[in-house]
């Protein structure tokens, strides 16, 4: 950060798209056996699990495959070496060309992250949502989701990344700081006030080093380098988006799904549709 430069910057993280659910079905379910739940698609089925730490997530999606929501919907945004995305209610019977990604349910889910248990290692499945700059506290959609492809790790770049986060630590707690005064630096900037916006911003990054200094270093845990470095995955997303779910069987579906052609908007050029959610019994 440049002391002699009056910058007072909000850094707006941009976020996979997105969609409270009170449904206690399975408030009697027994807690020890995790529910599985079957993914019928046109290339496929997916077979995945749901984390029982996550039981506003799990209960929510039971609900929603129980009710039909995803029937008919797209798999409308697919990258490969990432994610596939789906869960859209406003992409069932889509015209090609039609931008997908901003349908939802009428509400969202608070983010429930079970972290660094779970993690976005290659196969979980994690619910989508919107950007921090209008989502700060992280909520989940209440209908989108998507299934981590990412890509292999090595040991030296997971360092780089371990090294990257301490150092962004920094500009994050500034950046949350300076969000507490933007009342104060609009006025300011209003008054052309460069005394106050230094006198500020000095303050601020004084406050923001001393919060960071009680802060541990950031490390990934053993079962994460491993993952990263041996099945792969998206650690960038780690603690970021909830994580509720697994592929436990039919990732090779997942994998054909990731290697379909796409337009410019990732939306794959010929529909990959679900034709239902169920649960297995």
Known sequence: M????????????????????GNKKQTNMDQNKETLLKIETSMGDITVKLYNETPRHRDNFIKL????????????RVIKDFMIQAGDPESKNAPKGKMLGSGDVGYTLPAEFVYPK???????LSAARQGDNVNPEKASS??????????????STLLSMEQKLNENKLATVFNALAQKH??????????????GL????EKLYAQA?????????????????????TVGGTPHLDNEYTVFGEV????????????????????????VKIIKVSVID
């Open 209 to 229: 080093e001393a919060e960071v200094a009680k802060q541990p270093q950031f490390h990934f845990t053993p079962e994460q380098v491993k993952a990263y470095t």
């Open 198 to 201: 230094y006198d500020l911003q």
């Open 2 to 21: 440049k002391k002699n430069t009056i910058l007072l910057l909000i850094i707006l993280a941009g976020g996979l798209m997105a969609c409270q659910s």
């Open 118 to 124: 779970y993690f976005h290692k290659k196969g979980v």
């Open 248 to 271: 436990v069987e039919g990732m090779d579906v997942v994998d054909k799904i990731q290697q379909v052609k796409t337009d410019r908007s990732d939306r794959p050029q010929e529909d």
């Open 65 to 76: 495959a129980e009710e039909g929501t995803y029937e008919g919907t797209l798999f409308h």
């Open 142 to 155: 209440g209908c989108q989701f998507y299934i981590v492809t990412g890509q292999v790790y090595s040991d």
């Open 182 to 195: 933007m009342k104060d630096i609009y006025k300011m900037r209003k008054a052309n006030d460069e005394e």
